[in-house]
């Protein structure tokens, strides 16, 4: 009998969520990055285990919301959530039970009603092992978890247990997805998120935050190679200069780095196109959400 059904990684921004999503997809869907909030929208990723197929939501981080977008973020984060099979809560060993993590336990009282939720201490290559007992103690009092996993997303531990136990909890039925393929994720959102990746390293502090990358045109030519326009989005002028850099030298950089990158995730030649364009005001722009995958609503 097989089974399938959506799981949703749950936590605060820099939880983990994407390195876990990529141990247990085993392939690289979700952009993982050192800066906080890169992941801009619900990228699932497919895991087959035994018999399972398992559907992870991969929403973004949870944490107070200031501005509209952020609001949109949160309110989708929630939303994977609510729509999944199964959520696992995704905490920091060393940080323990920050305003976040209370907040978010706040919110799953609601959420976790009628679902399994599970608790996964990730980071515990930061932390002693009596840390750790005391954190799962501590967590297990505020709130009823279904199981508890102790791992290491970036070294690998305790990833493969976490699946197995994911793979017997989501519902029996039909896979949703044909087995070859590992994430349903658009390949021009992916090819975006690597150039976005890339922006994101390269320019630190200096990254103007509301910076979004889209793929315009992707063209398969005879040769086996493809050719990948994106538009760099910036909401003013001045920010266009910091993108493109001291003769351009930034944006190069970037377009380099992101190209191979492509070439060796597709598999063949990449040509990639880059142009930086100035679009005002499209945090506000209520449709950007909804590309994005976004549920926005005014006010929520
Ligand atoms: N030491 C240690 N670092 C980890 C581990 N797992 C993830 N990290 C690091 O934690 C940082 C954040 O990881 P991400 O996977 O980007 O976190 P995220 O929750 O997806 O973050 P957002 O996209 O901002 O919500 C990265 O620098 C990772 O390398 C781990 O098991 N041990």
Same mark, same amino acid.
């Given at each position: 009998?097989?089974?399938?059904? &959506? ?54 981080? #949870? &944490? ?26 995704? /905490? %920091? ?15 799953? !009282?609601? /959420? ?6 599970? +608790?996964?201490? @990730? ?8 840390? #750790? ?14 199981? !508890?996993?102790?791992?290491?997303? %970036?070294?690998?531990? $305790? ?8 793979? =017997? ?25 690597? !150039?976005?990746?890339?922006? !994101? *390293? ?14 315009? @045109? ?13 538009? /760099? ?10 993108? #493109? $850099? ?9 377009? =380099?780095?992101?190209? %191979?990158?492509?070439?060796? &995730? *597709? ?15 499209? +945090? ?6 909804? %590309?994005?995958?976004?549920? &926005? =609503?005014?006010?929520?």
């Amino acid at each position: 009998m097989t089974r399938a059904g &959506f799981v949703a990684l749950i936590g605060e921004p820099n939880a983990g969520k994407s390195t876990l999503l990529n141990r247990m997809v085993g392939a690289k869907v979700s952009i993982v990055t050192h800066k906080v909030q890169t992941t801009r929208a619900r990228i699932r990723g497919v895991a087959m285990q035994d018999d399972s197929q398992i559907v992870f939501v991969d929403t973004p981080g #949870l &944490f107070q919301p200031r501005r509209r977008l952020d609001r949109a973020m949160v309110a989708a984060a929630w939303g994977g959530a609510a729509d999944a099979d199964v959520v696992v809560l995704l /905490i %920091e060993a060393h940080r323990g039970v920050t305003e976040g993590v209370e907040r978010i336990l706040e919110g799953l !009282t609601d /959420i976790g009603k009628g679902r399994k939720v599970a +608790l996964a201490i @990730n980071k515990i290559d930061r932390v002693q092992s009596e840390v #750790l007992l005391a954190l799962t103690k501590d967590m297990n009092e505020r709130y009823t978890f279904a199981e !508890t996993f102790m791992i290491s997303a %970036e070294k690998g531990h $305790g990833v493969q247990a976490l699946r197995e136990w994911l793979a =017997k909890e989501i519902p029996e039925g039909p896979w949703l997805y044909p087995e070859d393929q590992i994430a349903d994720l658009p390949m021009r959102m992916i090819a975006a998120e690597m !150039t976005r990746e890339k922006l !994101t *390293l390269r320019l630190h502090q200096e990254l103007p935050y509301q910076m979004t990358v889209e793929t315009e @045109n992707w063209e398969e030519r005879k040769d086996g190679s493809a050719r990948i326009d994106q538009v /760099i989005y910036v909401i003013r002028d001045g920010h266009k200069g910091i993108v #493109l $850099g001291h003769k351009g030298e930034t944006i190069k950089a970037v377009s =380099k780095a992101a190209r %191979e990158e492509l070439n060796e &995730f *597709l598999g063949r030649k990449v040509h990639l196109f880059l142009q930086v364009k100035v679009r005002p005001n499209w +945090l506000d722009d209520a449709e950007r959400y909804s %590309e994005m995958g976004l549920d &926005f =609503k005014d006010g929520a």
